[in-house]
């Protein structure tokens, strides 16, 4: 069973998301105040915090949200989830995996000119919500089989 690193949040897109404790999940919306939540199969986005940890290697200054991640997920091989695979977090939200990797949007992103590389199209999780709930940070994230 994995963990909830960060939640990460941020009223406007194309900014960074920032840290909180803790954040309301709405079924087929996203995260309650995320510039990101809306209709559509990209509501909540997420990465594993061992790979942000490499990337720290080259940047170590790189703050939660960096990649404009709502969730970093700790101690769960996000690796292996495929399209369609559930996730649950905390008491009870449930996600659904729509898809993996994204195209960027942006050639001048900060990640990739320091490191030559950016995770999230590659790795970042993309999710629907489909039952919602309060997520705190800590709270266990797990593959559901429901």
Known sequence: MGRVEAI????KKGTTKK???RARFI???GIEGDAHAGEG?????????????????VLPDLE?????ENIIARHIQLSGI??????GLGDTVLLEITQIGKECHDSSCPIMK???DCIMPREGLFA???????????DALWLSSM
């Open 82 to 87: 495929k399209v369609g695979d559930r996730l």
């Open 19 to 21: 840290p909180v404790d």
């Open 114 to 116: 320091a490191t030559g």
């Open 128 to 138: 629907r919500v489909l039952r919602g709930g309060m997520v705190i940070k800590g």
């Open 64 to 68: 939660e949200g960096a990649f404009a």
């Open 41 to 57: 199969d990209r509501q909540v986005s997420l990465l594993a915090g061992e790979r942000i940890d490499q990337v720290r290697t």
């Open 8 to 11: 990460c949040i941020n009223r």
């Open 27 to 29: 079924v087929d919306w």
